[in-house]
């Protein structure tokens, strides 16, 4: 324990180190930097694939699961895709040291509440080893340090692809430090970075719900949650029923293993005779498996019956809750029980309870006539995305680049002093 | 413990609701029930002083100092001056429903960034029961449902106000359980409160480190941490001298107890000799105790030598430490190494080094020839303060109304869904 505790301060004064440093390197340089990675990893792509292949064989030794095997390879074009992630964010703005806002005090002191980076911040994930290069570069545009903890399956892919990236950046001038990856697959390491508060400003989880909420319930840093989602869509008793049915399959089936999928359908008791039948079956033409309420299955029989724990269910797979509630009160009270706070859907031709939709529900992001699966940075148009926020503070919904910032008050006064 | 957990949950849950019910609650209303606060706790204010003498003779027997007893006593005048900050806060604007972005994407897709209340907020606090009317004020202003955990010395006044203002918040339509104490000296009652994960969204605990610290540590639910600060002045090589005089009088004496007072004065070498030996008498005619680097005692040598504790230390107190530094980067380094970026000044009349520290300090409030005293959420015109919060995440520096809230996205479509 000691001699891990040793090893992370070292990294973690490092990086300390490093962001400090960061304050005085220029947008252009950090774009320079991005660019240059990017360059590094096309061009020792047979570096990547070597470590990855080492990867892949002790993997499918311990047995992992076709998909997990297939998050983790890497090959020409994800190192391709990689390196073109990294062009697309040394093409996004700067949002360090924008001035959000200013203002003269009647004393003449002049407040700029203007945003800088949050410092060093630790990104705890899993399988895929491309989080490594994305999390790597919106830190890096950002002049945060970071400290990268990925998983012990990918753990030669980040190992290669940190020492590319961060000798790219280091030649391209960035701090000494600024990217760095714990290179032990000891489990150790992890519960040492989730008390180093003196070192680590932000952590961020990404991944599973049980490493999430391990980082949240042992953390003593600030976290920011990420990334579960139990999101309903909600057919009003005046929906245009080719609208609902659009969203509706959208929502489900479009990818069904992700958190803004939609994972329990309301459906206004006006309206699921006529609905219900022709919808069951849309969704069972696309390998839907359907769980019902009692109403549901008086409509279409052939369903199965849902349980109390089918409400509380995120499947992240092709299967769907369905109730029928008799108004807008008992899906917005259905939404307050069971639902996530994530991403909630109204579909409905009603002026007034689209507004009162939008006001009651609280989630993280709110629809109306739209599918729940828009909740993602590149699609809200930030250009990146380091994760979905599913808590309040600091950041809720899609985190941009904005969202690896933090404030500073700079004030420009003449000697003024307070009475 | 179960006990405990039990009558807590209870109130966690009535928090909840009562959160959940302000999404229909108009500000007008809500500034209706705050000014039937102000007025209630004027009329029962023989309740309240009442009650408030039961508290001092505890504490009297407990044996509290003379200033916690100070700080714990309630007369017309105090009870007067609660109720007015309950009136201004009513006159505020209210932050809650502002939309603070909105944009269209190119597919249709309108998207809005509205403010929205943080939910359950969880108060901490020490000894003054003021802090109760205060917080519950603040938070009923940005419809949050608030649950407080006062000092033990206080228990009798916190249970007579919270009962008032509570039911004079009923009585004006706000939901039930929106104010709620925790009615108990049980210290228990903070360890269960810390992990209620699944009722309080943010805890903000205010008093002395301690507390903070706990809390911090111990809470799996997000905190604010607030008010810790050891802030610097630096003098630079060309600073007008009486500017600086009249900022570090104004810093260290004006009111050394709190957080933005400045505790380490940093001085160039090339105006110490000057600069020192006049400014030191001014302190010491102030009652100020100077502890003074080893230059410094060359050149004032009746003062203390400083250790190397003194640079650490946050007195709150007529103590100053003070260090001659050869250069601006050597100010730096030691704000660097030994602040808790809280305030930091320069007093200087040269361009590019005020932009370099206005830069290159990370601190909530970097200021430029002013007070380190300013940084509060009146002096900012806010309106309200909350607390001076100093992390990184969600809220830095002080804190009004604004940081009380998190944002959802509303979105407005006509049946888009993702490709």
Redesign the interface.
Known sequence: MEAMQRKLSLMGEQARAAA?RF??ISSSKKNEALQRMAQALEKRENEIVAANRIDLQAGELKGLSRALLDRLMLDSHRIHEMAEGLRAVAALPDPVGEVVRM?T?PNG?Q?GKMR?P??VIGIIYEARPNVTVDAAGLCLKTSNAIILRGGSEAINSNRTITAIISQAAHDAGMPEGCIQLVDTTDRLAVDVLLRM?QYI??LIPRGGAELIQKV??NA?I???ETGIGNCHVFVDEDA?MA?AE??I???KT?RPAVCNAMETLLVHAGIARQFLPRMVQKLEEKQVEIRGCPITREIVPQVRLATENDWYEEYYDLILAVRVVKDLDQALEHI?QYGTKHSEAIVTRDYRRARRF???V??????????T???DGF???FGAEIGIST????A??PMGLEELT?????????????E
Chains 1, 2 share one sequence.
């Open positions: 400090r304050a005085r203002w005090r002191l407040i800088v949050l410092g508060n400003d932000v949240v319930l003593t600030p976290v920011i245009e609208v659009r969203i399959l959208n929502a479009q307050f939008l006001q009651e609280d989630a993280a992001a709110v629809y109306v006539n739209a599918s699966r828009f909740t699609q809200y148009g808590q309040k503070l600091h809720r919904g933090t404030i500073k008050y700079v004030v420009y006064g003449d000697g003024q002093i307070r």
